[in-house]
């Protein structure tokens, strides 16, 4: 076991701080003062992990206007200076700015939600004092479109939202990327905060939990830490699957976590998967994760996502886009919403600037590199319904927990296409053949893989649907 004494942990700091310090060196002969000063000067040096040089910048636009045109800059710098980084990463954690004694450059102030009224001073109280990431005016849920898909998660955060007391503890969002979990969070911290003002109300993502952690660690402050994070009336935590295999992160959010339930504040996790099918994350966790009530938000559906274009569609009056365009959008991109939503982005915008008028022709030319994109992409739904058509039997029927062979095999079939021609893991195709158990899919494709070498039936049979499928 390798111990490392204070006085040891204190040189490694030290040496990361000078190492910081000749990148600055580097980069202040390179950029006049204005530059220097603006950009690199307000950074802090969170850590050095695994190769990658964490930075962290005073406000989001600050590290968006980093990674966009100085990155590839302060990477070759670190790698001149230690050939053993080969990667950044920026960070928001507002805390640095005055640590960094630098005035970063100026940043508008959070905007408030569409048609909110200015906030009273007890929520000014709180944002002087806040230390989780900025809310997006534009998540609220007037703008949240509701479907069959995720009607339950969007109505246990409107729960959550509106009552003071707390009915279920935690509540737990999942699903897939871009499928509205960040949304409903931030759509629940706007309208708690219009709802009850006095509230102190956080969001962050795992990844800025465990970088202020490790930061209260280096700088010999976790008390600090423990006590604004338990003071908190409501707590929202994004992609908790960041933490997976941080032990000392995921001891400390447990205590929180714990903390906050035992004095009846409200908590809120979102994830990609459910608390049982989350590896990595201690069992104590998963378990008392499961203590209130796990929502899950589905694929999106045709009808949904043609709401919400029509929903985005209304918001630019200045561009007319037809229900025929809007149809075939919402037929063609089917991976999720903030794709779809792209896709109608460059339409208005190649429309505003070039002054063309939306046409199915435009469209197909415009986007020509997504739709093929997206032909390309087998959905679970699609490979559900070719296997139940080509075995003879009903789709219900391959989604039930039925063990005929008749069903079974289908099923298993099923499975190891959906493991083989999608990025889907395997808890997520477990959810969608019924709820079933990620052990239950890998014992499919492992069963699949076997029979394929001593059945040329089966053979034939799993040929011919991946014919099907591809074209």
């Not at 040089?53 to 636009?61: G, I």
């Not at 009056?317 to 939503?341: G, M, Q, W």
Request: with cysteine; aromatic share 8%; charged share 25%.
């Amino acid at each position: 076991m390798n111990i490392v004494t204070a006085a040891q942990q204190e040189g490694i700091e030290t040496g990361m701080e000078a190492q910081w310090s000749r990148v600055l060196a580097r980069l202040r002969t390179e950029f006049d003062d204005g530059v220097f000063n603006s950009w690199f000067k307000p950074l802090a040096l969170v850590n050095i992990e695994d190769g990658c040089a964490v930075m962290a910048a005073p406000t989001r636009f600050m590290r968006n206007w980093l990674n966009a045109n100085y990155a590839d800059r302060i990477g070759q710098a670190w790698a001149a200076e230690n050939p053993a980084i080969s990667d950044i990463n920026f960070i928001v954690l507002s805390g640095f700015a005055a640590a960094a004694g630098a005035s970063p450059p100026s940043e508008k102030s959070p905007a408030r939600a569409p048609g909110r009224k200015p906030e009273p001073a007890a929520v000014a109280r709180h944002r002087d004092t806040e230390f989780g990431a900025p809310l997006d005016p534009r998540f609220t849920f007037d703008s949240f479109v509701v479907g069959r898909s995720n009607e339950l998660a969007y109505a246990a955060a409107r729960r959550v939202a509106e009552n003071k007391e707390v009915h279920f503890n935690p509540l737990f969002l999942h699903g897939g990327v871009g499928l509205g979990k960040t949304h409903l969070m931030h759509a629940i911290a706007w309208s708690n905060r219009e709802h009850f003002p006095a509230r102190k109300v956080v969001y962050l993502s795992a990844e800025q939990f465990m970088y202020q952690f490790v930061s209260s660690i280096r700088y010999k402050d976790t008390m600090s830490f423990k006590q604004k994070f338990r003071s908190v009336d409501l707590l929202m935590i994004d992609d908790l699957q960041f933490i997976a295999n941080k032990q000392s992160t995921q001891e400390e959010f447990f205590h929180t976590f714990n903390a906050l339930i035992d004095h009846r504040r409200q908590v809120v996790i979102s994830a990609d998967r459910s608390p049982t099918d989350m590896d990595g994350i201690e069992e104590r966790i998963r378990s008392r994760l499961g203590w209130g009530l796990v929502a899950d938000i589905h694929p999106t559906e045709y009808e949904l996502r043609l709401g919400i274009l029509q929903q985005k569609a209304n918001k630019e009056p200045e561009v007319d886009i037809s229900l025929s365009v809007l149809e075939f959008l919402a037929r063609k991109i089917t991976s999720n919403v903030r794709e779809l939503e792209g896709a109608l982005n460059r339409m208005i915008a190649h429309a505003t600037l070039i002054g063309r008028e939306v046409t199915l022709e435009m469209t197909r030319e415009v986007l020509q590199d997504l739709l093929r994109a997206n032909v390309r992409r087998i959905s679970i739904d699609e490979i559900q319904r070719r296997v139940a058509d080509y075995f003879n039997i009903r789709l219900s029927e391959l989604l039930s927990s039925r063990r005929a062979r008749q069903v079974a095999r289908p099923r298993q079939v099923a499975m190891y296409l959906a493991k083989k021609l999608t990025p889907k893991s395997l808890p997520d195709i477990g959810r969608q053949f019924g709820g079933r158990d990620h052990t239950t899919v890998m014992h499919a494709v492992k069963r699949i893989d076997e029979l394929r070498l001593a059945d040329n039936v089966l053979e034939e049979d799993i040929q011919h649907l991946e014919r099907i499928l591809a074209s």
